[in-house]
């Protein structure tokens, strides 16, 4: 399969204009760098002052060595941060492609989860929901019910 082929998601009717540029960013990133078994998600986020950072699944030949594409984005936008100044993201959008030939909006996995709502719980994390297969916005806390939150 050719990533070129793919089927974009459309946007949704719900999804700001800054948050569809994610959308497309995360799209037009993996469709560049997609390979199976090793890039096979994109995520673009956007932070506090509106800078877009993204990040690539990068898939290692032991599990444990893999790293989710929304930690790489993460890591890239602290890295690029004043000395002390803290990460704040307003929102988060990853896809992958699918074996039918399009692109889905996916929700972090759990570790991620984690991650984003240890650092930015209040910020906007799309997912597609199971039932209706829509594209929906969620605060990154509320992916996580009960979490025990940790004092920084």
Same mark, same amino acid.
């Given at each position: 399969?050719?990533?070129?082929?793919?089927?974009?998601?459309?946007?949704? &009717?719900?999804?700001? @204009?800054?948050?569809?540029? &994610? &959308?497309?960013?995360?799209?037009?990133?993996?469709?560049? #760098?997609w390979q199976s078994g090793r890039h096979e998600v994109a995520t673009a986020l956007r932070t506090a002052d509106?800078? #877009?950072?993204?990040? #690539?699944?990068?898939?290692?030949?032991?599990?444990?060595? +893999?790293?989710?594409?929304?930690g790489v984005a993460m890591g890239t936008a602290r890295g690029?941060?004043? @000395?002390?100044?803290?990460l704040s993201i307003t929102s988060v959008v990853s896809v992958q492609i699918k074996p039918a030939g399009r692109f889905r909006i996916i929700a972090p996995c759990g570790v991620c989860r984690e991650?984003? +709502?240890?650092?930015?719980?209040? @910020?906007? #994390?799309?997912?597609?929901t199971v039932g209706d297969d829509e594209p929906v916005p969620l605060r990154a806390l509320d992916l996580l019910p009960e979490k025990s939150r940790r004092q920084w």
């Open positions: 399969m050719s990533a070129t082929d793919v089927r974009p998601v459309p946007t949704p &009717l719900s999804m700001s @204009a800054a948050d569809a540029e &994610l &959308l497309a960013t995360a799209q037009e990133l993996l469709t560049r #760098v509106g800078t #877009v950072h993204t990040g #690539v699944h990068v898939e290692g030949s032991c599990r444990r060595s +893999s790293i989710c594409a929304e690029a941060l004043p @000395a002390g100044e803290p991650l984003i +709502s240890d650092y930015c719980p209040d @910020a906007t #994390v799309w997912v597609t």
